[in-house]
């Protein structure tokens, strides 16, 4: 075989296979019109004609089958940007889906957000220390513990208490016929509490002041602040 007639051969295969690396771009427009129509309804479409027209020059240069250019996700982000401002481009969005199937042989599929984590109640220890108070020689009560009725701060009806002391801040949980309070904050008040209480099935009440609270609940609030908070 003639030097001539082996780089005919070689430039043919070459040719070959650049073709099949390569796909044809799809068609684009379906959803240049989509564009346009929603331009010319009044939607702020701009940053979505930036990435389309970023898209088509990446095109432009050949893509692999089953790949696409970064600016196909571009595209997507400006869309999804763009509806997120209230702006109507349903029908952009539909016909960017068919390009996408196009070249990457699959519809575009919104990512899940996140699960949010999983709220886990930490359990309330025993007192640290003794509080002044009454009950005890010196001053103090005897430490609650879970599910024991104690007469002390509240009177009867209250079914569990537990109180936790660390350095200068508290934490309460405390269970009053059905009504359960969660209280924290500091020990001398200098920061407002955290106050949440909750009662069946209605809606959970959070107050950072006394005084917010509604009366049916404040004075077992103030019993109960009053039982761990000193001057």
Known sequence: MSLYRLLVVLGAA??????????????????????????????????????????????AKGVKPGEAPPELQGLRDAVEMTAKKGENVELIGKELGKVEK??????????????????????????????????????????????????GPLGPGVSSTQITISGDNFAVKARHNDVTYEISGTVKGEDPPKIVIRDGEKKPIEADDLKKVPEEYRPTVEKLLGSVRRP
């Open 14 to 59: 070459l040719v070959v296979c650049s073709t099949a690396a390569a796909q044809p771009a799809p068609d684009l427009s379906d959803l240049r019109d989509a564009i346009a129509a929603a331009d010319k309804k009044g939607e702020n479409v701009g940053a979505i004609r930036e990435a389309f027209a970023a898209l088509q020059k990446a095109l």
């Open 102 to 151: 196009a070249l990457t042989g699959r519809e575009y599929e919104r990512p899940k957000p996140p699960e949010p984590p999983k709220m886990v109640e930490p359990e309330f220890q025993p007192p640290m220390r003794r509080f002044g108070g009454a009950g005890l020689p010196g001053g103090g009560f005897p430490p609650p513990r879970r599910g024991v009725g104690m007469v």
